[in-house]
């Protein structure tokens, strides 16, 4: 591969990062009474390119992508990570091959299955319905890809991605990083000695946002950065509040405000009911604040703040809605926080009863220092 500003050649530290991540044993969890599964990543990896060739798909590359890579690829290596993305280069040119390669992925599952469990009765229908949170597939003139998520009840998903082509692969600068496997994988299968300081394999890490520099300093510095966020599914305005209540900031504050409403637009285009934005929204907080309803409660404030001051596509009912949408979830997680109590004796009351309950209009927990002067009065 010729490197170009968008690419960087790992550091052993980083390397032996890398190798850590794909030396780690990942827990696939089954439904209803199918196993969980214990799986070595880097034998998932190897066992889905074989099962690719062998059904005569060409397979480019392997690439680690997300947080993961993020994490990897950061200074201090303190970007905390949920799932682990893989982005598998592949030929797609029919729907046959995306069968294909669903079938794949759902047989490679069978590897890993414990000794004594039968498997007599199971084919990849059921293995679906078992192991697979969510499975997508898109076939358009720009976009030919497919993603198989595999489920972990910790939301710590395995999710596999099968590119052709992606007309955009990243939301912001901080996201926007793949790092390239195959040498790794190649190092493992030819080199019987482990690596060390001066014998390594050379590995590449790119930013599909641009100069890699760049990006990287956007990443140690915790800065939001973006261009045309109206090419992303969403407009990438959930992704956007979940990096402000990680304490990120904008890296130019007046283009921001622009793009906020580049972000709403398009996200009400694709989530254009309040059904659909329901369901977005309790799927993304699901997935991205397990446990943690301090958490929630803060993110549903920054984005109620960020869609009442940049939504200009909607009607005047339709906004009030989603709005609606957004304190009447907010209010579910800080009951949990916030509802104050009297103790009188050996007993606990609420001074409030939940169906009147207000959101405070200040609290100990503070916002991303961008919104820390915006408190939602709901």
Known sequence: MELTNSCQVLTF???????NVLSQTV???????FPTLQVPLKDLVETVIVGLKEEGLKVRDLRLNGSTASNILSTESNCSYNDIDLIFGVEIRSSSHLQQIKCVVLNSLFNFFPNGVSKDRMNSCTLKEAYVQ???????DTDRWSLISLWNNEGKNVELKFVDSMRRQFEFSVDSFQIIL?????????????????FF????????YGDIKVALYHLDNKLIATRNPEEIRGGGLLKYCNLLVRNYVPENFEEIKNLERYMCSRFFIDFSDIQRQQQKLESYLANH????ECGQYEYLKLLYHVVS??????????RKQTLRLIEYLAKQ?????????MVYGDKTYSLVQPSTFVMPLSDSHSCSPYYNNLVPCF
């Open 309 to 318: 001051s940049s939504t200009v596509c909607l009607m005047g009912h339709e």
């Open 13 to 19: 530290d980083q390397v032996n990062r890398l190798h």
């Open 27 to 33: 827990f696939i969890h089954g439904r209803g009474n």
């Open 201 to 208: 394999p050379t590995v590449v890490a790119e930013s599909v």
């Open 182 to 198: 195959d040498s790794l994988l190649g190092f493992y299968k030819l080199s019987p000695v482990p690596m060390k300081p001066n």
């Open 289 to 292: 604040f397990i446990g943690d």
């Open 134 to 140: 969510k499975m997508v597939k898109v076939s358009t």
């Open 333 to 341: 997680y800080s009951l949990v926080q916030y509802v104050p109590v």
